[in-house]
């Protein structure tokens, strides 16, 4: 479904948003922008290994609001959710003693969402604020309970606070692959006592020191993440970094924040690509975006950023790019402005989700327009003629359909490359004329023999699937097969994922 809001006012920095101005006047500027990158792949790196992630701390604060969530029109648990349309990991929040509208976000709630996500068979990757709130570049309160602590009495309050609640995680069967020292530490954490600016930077890196230490002393092979919420800024990263370096703190991996703005689109990609680049050649060390997002009304061009982040991290040298995550895609709700990727009104994925999707133009909506050879998709048959896109989307604006006035034999597909050798699952949503015979789905090129689907149309949208398909050789074909004479059958909102 395509939303198109215009808002004014501006976008604060709380909640991890990066700052600038939006107003009506600016709208023609964002749409020339999702002009220029309509015909973009959305493919990158497919590697299992890769990161494709999500931070979802809000999650059950909204569910105990009695929030909803869809996948196209099917209402199904969140973790399936994102599973289903490429999120292979998720990112969870930490704050000390949550209290009053901040309910959420301590230990116990994570370790709630935490099993969740296991059980969907995702990795998890803790943020530790050591805040009883958000801390961010405008704030990095010290938890109440912490307060005139010295700088001794802080190392140990985050070692302690460290050390509780991974170890209540691993009690639970969840074992973290990252942990983030502090949240957004572009001036330290903490403040005043390691506030950088201040001339605390040895402080900041005691303090740092002791929740890598925490984190290594629970188990040595969750790697720890330090985090900047200006991932362009390679100034102020080299600052931070050299300057933990020279007093002895350690980390493992280097986490950036890549929030676009309206006029700052290609910039902000641009330069923030320079700063991997560089951060990575300098330090040796494995990168991850640890968060991005853009605005919930310009699906469009968050799925552009995405895609844009995802080859980027993957082109990095030596294999030190990990993988990108989306900062809460599931908020449909939030309050100002909204960089959600899913729809308000639908309470579905926007085709902003669609950047992470193994299928290249997966919903048909990357054209815009009704076209005979739909991005991202080969035709092959007889009748080539018989394949097109036109208006009528399941939940978007365009479906593909193979329909022809006479006897046609036509199929539609495209190979997914670069896959990790398992079990996957092909699933659409399909129609066409009621009683009509000589359509499927098919996979194949995947290592085993053909298989496909027969679809018995409905006048209605059904949903489709091929199961346990076993991916031995990086691979695989999907696709719609038609064999008709005057009968159509449509297909929309492809998913392939890992299973």
Request: glycine share 10%; hydrophobic share 35%.
């Amino acid at each position: 479904m395509k939303t198109r809001l215009l808002l004014t006012g501006l976008l604060g920095l709380a909640f991890g948003c990066s700052k600038s101005k939006v107003d009506l006047e600016q709208a023609d500027k964002l749409a020339a922008i999702g002009d220029g990158m309509k015909n973009t792949s959305l493919l990158s790196s497919n590697q299992y290994s890769f990161l494709r992630g999500a931070d979802v701390g809000f999650l059950t604060e909204m569910e105990d609001k009695g929030r909803v969530f869809f996948n196209t029109t099917d209402q199904q648990d969140l973790f399936v959710i994102l599973k289903e349309r490429g999120i292979n990991t998720i990112r969870l929040r930490v704050w000390v003693n949550p209290t009053s509208a901040n309910l959420y976000n301590g230990i116990a709630d994570v370790v709630e969402k935490a099993v969740r996500a296991k059980n969907a068979g995702m990795k998890l990757f803790i943020d530790f604020h050591y805040s009883d709130s958000w801390a961010d570049p405008k704030k990095q309160n010290i938890p109440v309970a912490w307060t005139g602590y010295t700088l001794t009495q802080l190392a140990d309050a985050v070692r302690n606070h460290t050390t509780e609640c991974l170890e209540e995680l691993i009690a639970n069967g969840v074992v973290p692959a990252y942990v983030q020292v502090g949240n957004e530490t572009d001036y330290g954490m903490l403040w005043p006592v390691g506030h950088i600016p201040s001339g605390n930077m040895a402080n900041y890196a005691v303090l740092h020191q002791a929740g890598y230490e925490a984190v290594k002393a629970v188990n040595s092979s969750m790697k720890v993440v330090i985090h900047f919420s200006r991932g362009y800024d390679n100034a102020n990263c080299e600052y931070v970094l050299d300057g933990l370096l020279a007093n002895g703190a350690h980390f493992d991996v280097i986490g950036l924040s890549v929030y676009p703005g309206l006029e700052t689109f290609d910039a902000v990609l641009t330069n923030s690509n320079s700063n991997m680049q560089a951060l990575v050649s300098k330090y040796d060390k494995e990168l991850m975006v640890a968060e991005c997002g853009y605005y919930q009304y310009e699906p469009e061009a968050a799925r552009e950023m995405i895609a844009r982040l995802l080859q980027d991290v993957s082109s990095l040298p030596n294999g030190r790019g990990l993988g990108v995550y989306y900062w809460e895609p599931e908020a449909y709700d939030h309050p100002a402005v909204n960089k959600s990727i899913f729809d308000a009104t639908t309470k579905s994925p926007t085709v902003g989700m669609d950047g992470f999707s193994y299928v290249s133009n997966p919903g048909f909506e990357v054209d815009t327009v009704a076209s005979t050879s739909p991005t991202g998709w080969l035709t092959a048959g007889a009748n080539p003629d018989a394949n097109y896109t036109e208006a009528g989307g399941h939940m978007g604006g365009f479906r593909l359909t193979h329909f022809k006035n006479s006897a046609y034999n036509v199929s539609t597909n495209q190979t997914i490359t670069g896959l990790s050798n398992g079990t996957y699952t092909f699933q659409a949503w399909v129609r066409g004329s009621v009683g009509a015979t000589g359509h499927s789905l098919f996979v194949k090129d995947h290592g085993g023999a053909q298989i496909n689907k027969d679809i018995v149309p409905q006048s209605a949208w059904q949903k489709i699937q091929i199961a346990n398909i076993q991916v031995s050789n990086g691979q695989c074909t999907i696709g719609l097969q038609s064999l008709g004479n005057n009968t159509y059958c449509s297909l929309d909102d492809v998913e392939f994922f890992r299973q």
